[in-house]
């Protein structure tokens, strides 16, 4: 079965600092990867999806950015933080067929 | 922009009975509805997924689908403390992408 790791699992930086999420994973090939954001108390927000090496779609124009540059490997990536970048951070996989996704443990990021 | 809508809550349920979670979707065209549980703090766990109308049981836990009224629902029987979390539904939107909603908070008063 397949495996969703990502790290880090917590993570405070201040305003305008960069940033580098890394999500990898086992058990499975050429899958769909997500990256989606949960605010406080809210719903999960795709922003990005990938379903290819070097293939990304963007869902919400922010100054967030992803990268596939392996097969197993998703980056969230940001230039310059800000405050309302604060969330949860999901990796999550896609299988084909039964369009079901499984989530990674997350990465809970504050911003201060 | 295809919607999922479910009512945030909370739902408070007393142990042992059943709880109803209730979702309706938008788009017509969808094929696939989940649910998914999340405790506090942690990532969603899917736990149900259905593809026909109809019933699907898996233990305590029941989908049901109604293309028709493009509604799914989940019946959770002999309801239990464990089971108090945000569940959430996600239906999908084309071959990659699956659209969820907002959550319903259910917890079980023992």
Known sequence: ?112 | QKEVEQNSGPLSVPEGAIASLNCTYSDRGSQSFFWYRQYSGKSPELIMFIYSNGDKEDGRFTAQLNKASQYVSLLIRDSQPSDSATYLCAVNEGAQKLVFGQGTRLTINP
């Open chain 1, 1 to 112: 079965s397949q495996t969703i790791h990502q790290w880090p699992a917590t993570l405070v930086q201040p305003v305008g600092s960069p940033l580098s999420l890394e999500c990898t994973v086992e058990g499975t090939s050429n899958p769909n990867l997500y990256w989606y954001r949960q605010a406080a108390g809210r719903g999960l927000q795709l922003l990005f999806y990938s379903v290819g090496i070097g293939q990304i779609s963007s869902e919400v124009p922010q100054n967030l950015s992803a990268s596939r540059p392996q097969d197993r490997q998703f980056i969230l990536s940001s230039k310059k933080l800000l405050l309302s970048d604060s969330g949860f951070y999901l990796c999550a996989l896609g299988l084909a067929g039964p369009f079901e996704q499984f989530f990674g443990p997350g990465t809970r990021l504050t911003v201060l």
